[in-house]
DNA sequence: GTCCGCAGTGGGAGCGCTCCCACTCGCGTT
DNA sequence: AACGCGAGTGGGAGCGCTCCCACTGCGGAC
């Protein structure tokens, strides 16, 4: 059972790589690191040492000393299995990625339901393994917006955040706005009974938009209290759907707080031989692939999502840094309508 | 600029472990890590000491003399950015999240197009910065499967590689006998007119379905040339069905290699006003969330994705723990059939 | 001409851990 | 009575790195 072939097969030490380019063990170590007060000749040397041995720092030795991992957490506190089925998260999942690549920090996923798997989820947060958490799909019930902050561990929210948005930084999307914006769309349309596909109640988002679309009812004088509430999902939209139009046969105008709920809400108008946009329109939200292949294609609310989590992978990065003292610090970013063929 | 309160404010080393217990610093490590050799006693004042300040190893300077990093990297060397779009993926990574959790083990999740991103990605996993590598969504194009076994690290294919599959352990699902058991309902139904929607040709278990569906035809007599190819989307399932109707419009089976495809075609089909399954029987592959929600609801192959991530990530594993001699290592799942309502 | 300052350098300590090895001690064996 | 032996223990080295600090030259200021 020996373990490998002896201990230090491969891989070249900063040590080694000093003797080759024969200077101190130190001045290799701030060439390698960004060359401050490194001459331009032991620099030469160290870079080509480097380059001819395949030297590649020991990012466990380099964590011990600094106490800094290198990586950082992507939390996802999602009692929902079906995460990944909302275009959301490969958006952000993929633009953190790029961010955190070109820092060559690492990406650790950690998929957390609510319960056990959050003990182990906050545990694992505060015993420094990490040098900073990005939040993602946080809900009201994971008390993640008021725990984090006293783990003393940087962390961003992607979205507001419950309660803690006064301790916490976030990176949001104009939620208010865009639900405002979607609603007034309808009113301008000449819509007079308008109703609302409003997301799950535990998340900020959700309450946003449905704050947006009563604003913009309000001040056209019209009634709010058209609504129905959904998940996210298509199945959910479908059902949220046939509630509020059972209840709602006369409805002609429609905002549904997500494009894979508004795809299940158009199925239903087609099964209720309703014609989209004419007996009924309807304006979704997200634009994120799903709104262009709807049948008709979706008008929606486009969230800049990739914009969003560069922004937050940022910020995150910055406040690991140690940049921009560390108090609450918001990013709010407008959203655009995107119309097509349902309103 | 001071970094934090101070080296080692809050976090308890070993050594402080030990003071307490009244051990030495050897017991205390033996003691955390579990017990051989260790007296009841000893064992219960360190596990005391532990509760008691909150102790937690530190990772890098274990890393650091183990020369394991307690990470395995999941690997997505994938061209679409859709990624996500694919309920197999939130299964893969759900499923590794789990196991991995359990032993402790974090998941590092490196996404990489093709190009300068794989570059970075390989010499990523050659610094020895993760113990192995779980490779998901392989194309033909990304030379992983040739590449990884030089690299020295210990990884697992999801799904059968190209070209490596005798130096590369791997774990699939039995995709020929599903294509096959697809097609043999939609003969056995008295389908005579039998096409298919294939996915990318530069993916194995696109291919091997693609086999399964030959070799059923072939076996009834009849012939195997009504095909289209599709990207495993719902708007490449689209256009391939559009495509293939145009060609045989008098087909009365359908085998699509995805169910996310099959929602596109059962959306041709409708439009064409063909009924599901009288005029056209349609069998999807996958069951993974979408064949209970499309109209009507879709007979398809389940893959047990659940299983088949968990068993690759126990097995990548065990390789790093150097387990089973390290040699190639192949599970294939059996898949099952689940009639709904369109064939 | 002496001295200060500063860019560049190397020695060495030490981050927190594991593991090798030498040691003690109580027991059964000869 | 002397010995061997194995279970349990502690000392200490060392993993590869960064960073503090002391040192060496060499230029310019006095």
Redesign the pocket.
């Known amino acids: 059972m020996d373990n490998a072939r002896g ?2 097969a491969g ?1 070249p ?3 080694e ?1 000093a003797r080759v380019a ?6 290799a ?2 060439a ?2 960004g060359g401050t ?7 030469r040397a160290v870079d080509e040492a480097v380059r001819r041995l395949g ?4 990012r466990a ?2 964590a ?3 106490r800094r991992t290198g990586s950082v957490a992507v939390v996802v506190p999602e009692p929902d299995d079906r995460v990944f089925s909302d275009p959301f998260f490969a958006g952000t999942l993929r633009a953190a990625t790029r961010v955190l690549g070109e820092r060559e920090v690492q990406l650790v996923l950690l998929l957390a339901r609510p319960g056990a798997e959050e003990e182990r989820m906050l545990r694992y947060l505060s015993a420094g393994h990490v040098d900073g958490a990005l939040v993602v799909s946080h809900h009201r019930a994971d008390r993640l917006a008021e725990l984090l902050p006293d783990l003393g561990i940087p962390c961003v929210f992607g979205g507001r955040p419950w309660s803690g948005s006064d301790r916490v930084p976030y990176v949001d999307v104009d939620n208010v706005a865009g639900g405002r914006m979607a609603t007034e769309l309808l009113v301008e349309r000449g819509c007079t009974r308008i109703g609302t596909i409003a997301g799950p109640e535990d998340m900020t988002a959700a309450i946003d938009r449905l704050a947006g679309f009563c604003q913009a009812l309000e001040a056209a004088g019209l009634p709010t209290d058209r609504r129905a509430h959904g998940d996210f999902t298509e199945e959910g939209g479908r059902r949220a759907a046939e509630d509020l139009l059972d209840r709602h046969p006369d409805l002609d105008g429609l905002v549904v707080a997500s494009d894979l709920m508004a795809r299940g809400a158009l199925a239903v108008a087609a099964a209720r031989g309703l014609r989209v946009p004419d007996d009924l329109a309807v304006v979704g939200y997200d634009d994120l692939g799903v709104a262009e292949t709807t049948d008709p294609p979706l008008t929606t609310v486009r969230q800049p999502i990739n914009e969003m989590a560069d922004r937050a992978t940022r910020l995150l990065l910055d406040r690991i840094d140690g940049r921009d003292g560390g108090g609450p610090y918001r990013v709010v970013i407008p959203t655009t309508l995107v119309r097509r063929a349902t309103a």
Request: proline content about 6%; glycine content about 4%.
């Open positions: 201990p230090t891989s030490t900063l040590d790589v024969g200077v101190s063990r130190a001045t170590s701030r390698v690191n007060k490194v001459s331009e000749h032991a620099q030297y590649v720092p020991n030795a380099r011990l000393v600094t």
